[in-house]
């Protein structure tokens, strides 16, 4: 079993930058493939950005390159979302997710673990 714990979301004007962290606890955080996911009112969980085990790949969602950056430190049993240039409709619930196995998956349903989320909101 994994547990998943974020934080790190808050209010923040358009343009600013928040560093969300996932804390993992239970089983090694060596073998698992991370990934953030997003859900704003009314609208599906979407992939954000993903992580292999290594940190050696990863992989955004169109709409955050260039502008998020996502990394792991497995002595710390933790991954990291760095958010700049913040947008309000980046305003959402983010999510940590993890899985076991290799590579980097984009779909929901490739994630088992969630934690219960960090809200986000960038305001005009």
């Known amino acids: 079993q994994v547990q998943l714990v974020e934080s790190g979301g808050g209010l923040v004007q358009a343009g600013g930058s928040l560093r969300l962290s996932c804390a993992a606890s239970?089983?090694?955080?060596?073998?698992?493939?991370m990934g953030w996911f997003r859900q704003a009112p009314e609208k599906e969980r979407e992939f954000v950005a993903g992580?292999?085990?290594?940190?050696?790949?990863?992989v955004y969602a169109d709409s955050v390159k260039g502008r998020f950056t996502i990394s792991r430190d497995n002595a710390k049993n933790s991954v990291y979302l760095q958010m700049n240039s913040l947008k309000p409709e980046d305003t959402a619930h983010y999510y940590c997710?993890?899985?076991?196995?290799?590579?980097?998956?984009?779909?929901?349903?490739?994630?088992?673990?969630w934690g219960l989320g960090t809200q986000v909101t960038v305001s005009s």
């Open positions: 997710a993890a899985a076991y196995g290799v590579g980097v998956r984009t779909t929901r349903g490739d994630y088992n673990y």
């Open positions: 239970g089983r090694t955080l060596n073998i698992l493939r």
């Open positions: 992580i292999t085990w290594s940190g050696g790949t990863t």
